[in-house]
């Protein structure tokens, strides 16, 4: 099974970036995926899920209103659109998996990708 997380990089407060996770060894459309987010010094936290058959959706409040999860089951992938990045959410960014399930904390995650650093300079 291996999560690939791509899409990290440098953005000024207020832009935007999208994550990938691209999916394989696994049947995807049988697996609720989120994005955690680990900070220097900070445990990861939850920011986002979709469950596993794509009808509901959760967002941490920090986030909400400014992230989107989708994914696209011909693609293997999910995404996470972030706009109006502040310099809080600097973090690497992992996409977790877990088989039909959603993800609210990382004790119920079946499978880590390897996480892409986000900075967000002010």
């Known amino acids: 099974v291996q999560l690939q997380a791509s899409g990290g990089g440098l953005v000024q407060a207020g832009g935007s970036l999208r994550l990938s996770c691209a999916a394989s060894?696994?049947?995807?459309?049988?697996?609720?995926m989120g994005w955690f987010r680990q900070a220097p010094g900070k445990e990861r936290e939850f920011v986002t899920t979709v469950t596993w058959n794509g009808s509901d959706t959760y967002y941490a409040d920090s986030v909400k209103g400014r992230f989107t999860i989708s994914v696209d089951n011909t693609k293997n992938t999910v995404y996470l659109q972030m706009n109006s990045l502040k310099p809080e959410d600097t973090a690497v960014y992992y996409c977790a998996a877990r088989f039909r399930g959603h993800i609210i904390n990382k004790a119920v995650v079946d499978y880590w990708g390897q996480g892409t650093q986000v900075t967000v300079s002010s």
């Open positions: 060894g696994i049947t995807f459309s049988r697996y609720g």
